[in-house]
């Protein structure tokens, strides 16, 4: 296979294109005209069990995206630290955010973590509040470098300084138009998952106790199967509940669609290696990321999200589900307290034992993160 130019092409990175380097003058002038998302988004709800801690695992930062509301610090800040939830910590999901301007193509993916670990070390300064940004962070490499990677990962790891805990590869791959684009910029070349160069980048992982986030649509599952099996030793954790499309053809028949994800998400269960984040539904694939539907309600949203979520968390048992927010791509469905609104609602007859493991305890094992105990106060 090729190697993909990734900065050229807005990259695979997340589920949103990133962003090509611009010079000051263009970037000033995106700044001016980028849209903002609304605030109050206008389905803002109490918190529900507003004491039960949560590790967010799953959220992004960017800006200067055209046509892309910013999401940094002041952003999370409001959104997440206030929800009302007890949100303890979270972990950032490379997105394609902040790469180096110059310097070799493959070490340009360092300058994300760079970035997130800087926004890491204010929240960890304690001066912001309780709640600490980005205890882990999951940056990038080209995999289809295959050993390549090495050198990559080794100065990923310098970069966040303790912080680094994993990569995200995508693999997403449909015949349909998504994001409202005949060719959406997550789009990964056919066939991706069964990549012999792709598999040894991927492998490289193992020797430095790093994990994989990777996401597929569901058509695509018994692909990641196969992926999964050839990795025994990477540990996979996989975004978005498999990637269930409910757009094109397969919004026809969603029984079908269902049946089809259960299939996959079955044979998936049976490989030890791989964990779930439960969420990620709240992403519209009819539109691009920034698109805000009208205002729904916890209840509404979880009566839809239910059989996904209960499914996998059934599949899978709670000790290899997590809880994710998927922000701000899932603003939107709805904001960010109304999210985990969703999630308790779903999760409301589950023992405490169990909730402990889907909103907290799940995310620290897999992201070896420690228990955060930090108070407000300097």
């Known amino acids: 296979m090729d190697r993909r130019s990734f900065l050229a092409a807005g990259a695979v990175a997340g589920l949103a294109a990133s962003a090509t380097v611009s010079a000051p003058i263009a970037a000033k002038a995106a700044a001016a005209d980028a849209p903002t998302w609304p605030n109050p988004r206008g389905d803002e709800e109490p918190a529900l069990e507003p004491a039960l801690p949560i590790v967010d695992p799953h959220h992004h930062l960017?800006?200067?995206?055209p046509g892309v509301p910013r999401f940094l610090f002041p952003e999370v800040l409001a959104d997440i630290g206030g929800c009302g939830h007890n949100i303890q910590q979270t972990v950032f999901i490379e997105c394609g955010s902040m790469y180096r301007a110059e310097g070799p193509r493959d070490m340009r993916f360092v300058g994300e973590v760079e970035f997130v670990n800087g926004v890491a070390a204010q929240?960890?300064?304690?001066?912001?509040?309780?709640?600490?940004?980005?205890?882990g962070i999951v940056g990038r490499v080209d995999f289809t470098t295959g050993d390549a990677?090495?050198?990559?990962l080794e100065a990923l790891l310098r970069a966040?300084?303790?912080r680094l805990r994993g990569t995200r590869y995508n693999a997403f791959n449909t015949d349909i138009p998504v994001m409202g684009m005949e060719r959406?910029?997550?789009?990964?070349?056919?066939?991706?998952?069964a990549d012999a160069k792709f598999r040894e980048g991927a492998a490289a992982l193992a020797g430095y106790s790093l994990t994989l986030d990777t996401g597929c649509y569901h058509p695509q599952l018994m692909d990641m199967v196969a992926f999964v099996s050839a990795l025994p030793n990477v540990t996979i954790i996989l975004n978005h509940v498999g990637g269930p499309l409910t757009i094109g053809r397969y919004r026809n028949n969603p029984a079908e669609t269902f049946a089809e994800w259960k299939k996959g998400m079955t044979e998936l269960a049976k490989r030890p290696n791989v964990a779930v984040k439960v969420g990620g539904?709240?992403?519209?694939w009819d539109y691009p990321i920034g698109h805000v539907d009208p205002a729904s309600?916890?209840?509404?949203?979880?009566?839809?999200w239910k059989p996904w979520f209960e499914t996998t968390i059934e599949l899978f048992g709670v000790q290899r589900c997590m809880f994710e927010s998927n922000f701000p791509v899932d603003k939107t469905a709805?904001?960010?307290?109304?999210?985990?609104?969703?999630?308790?609602?779903?999760a409301a007859g589950a023992s405490a034992d169990e909730k402990a493991a889907l909103y907290a305890g799940v995310a620290r094992k897999y992201y070896r993160l420690p228990v955060q105990t930090a108070s407000a106060t300097p």
């Open 297 to 304: 309600t916890s209840v509404a949203l979880a009566q839809k």
């Open 334 to 346: 709805c904001s960010y307290g109304t999210i985990w609104n969703t999630f308790k609602r779903i």
């Open 62 to 65: 960017w800006d200067l995206r």
């Open 160 to 162: 966040g300084d303790g």
């Open 149 to 152: 990677v090495k050198p990559v």
């Open 281 to 284: 539904l709240g992403q519209n």
């Open 184 to 193: 959406a910029p997550l789009i990964t070349p056919k066939g991706l998952l």
């Open 123 to 135: 929240s960890a300064s304690g001066l912001y509040g309780p709640m600490r940004v980005a205890s």
